[in-house]
Structure formats: C-alpha cells, structure tokens
Nanobody, 122 residues
Framework: QVQLVESGGGLVQAGGSLRLSCAAS????????MGWYRQAPGKQRELVAS???????TYTDSVKDRFTISRDNAKNTEYLQMNSLKPEDTAVYYC????????????????WGQGTQVTVSS
C-alpha cells in the first residue's frame, strides 16, 4: 500500500517560517510530479507549488519569492520551505503525488496526503 504522510505544520507568527515535509511510503519505483496544495476555510483547494522529477518548479504568484519546494527522489520525499508567512497563508496544506510507478510496475495516477494545518497569526 502506498501513502503520503505529511508533517511540519503548526502555528507561527506573521513573518515567521515553517517547513513542511511529505514522505511517500510503499514499494515505489518513481514519482513523476509532486506538489503542495492548500485549502483555506470557505475557499477552494489551490495549487501552491509543484516540482517534477527533474526538478522543474512552479509556484502560485502569491507565494513566489517566499516559498521553496524541493524533493529528494531517493527518499520519495518532498518539502515546502515557507518564509515570510502571512495570515493569508493560513490553510490546510495537502501533499500531492502524480504518476507513481510501483516496483511491481503498477501505476497509481494520483495520491493525496491527509493534510496538515498551518496557522499564521497577525
């Protein structure tokens, strides 16, 4: 069984930093794209950042120059370093993985983590 397990959320004051981690467990051979989404109360889930297996990254405009996504392919783990946090960054953050190839050659189209709460106080 393959799953994504997140860690690193919490409460921080505006201007502070947090680092989220997401580890994929199971008999994984490779993961194509990984990303972070967030959902604030009353709002739709939005893509925050994504990274391909080759290291190409994308960011939503509101987090550019503040957040950095990275991954360790050998550990099937991704990270989101969040600096200069603002109250509007408050949300549940979800880890996402797409096109997961298992060691038995099975493919999993998409996986989601359970979500981790990030709260930024003003």
């Amino acid at each position: 069984q393959v799953q994504l397990v997140e860690s690193g959320g919490g409460l921080v004051q505006a201007g502070g930093s947090l680092r989220l981690s997401c580890a994929a467990s199971g008999s994984i051979f490779s993961i194509n794209a990984m990303g972070w989404y967030r959902q604030a109360p009353g709002k739709q889930r939005e893509l925050v950042a994504s990274i391909t297996s080759g290291g190409t990254t994308t960011y939503t405009d509101s987090v550019k120059d503040r957040f950095t996504i990275s991954r360790d392919n050998a550990k099937n783990t991704e990270y989101l370093q969040m600096n200069s946090l603002k109250p509007e960054d408050t949300a549940v953050y979800y880890c996402n993985a797409r096109d997961v190839l298992m060691t038995n050659r099975a493919r999993v189209h998409e996986l989601w983590g359970q979500g981790t709460q990030v709260t930024v106080s003003s």
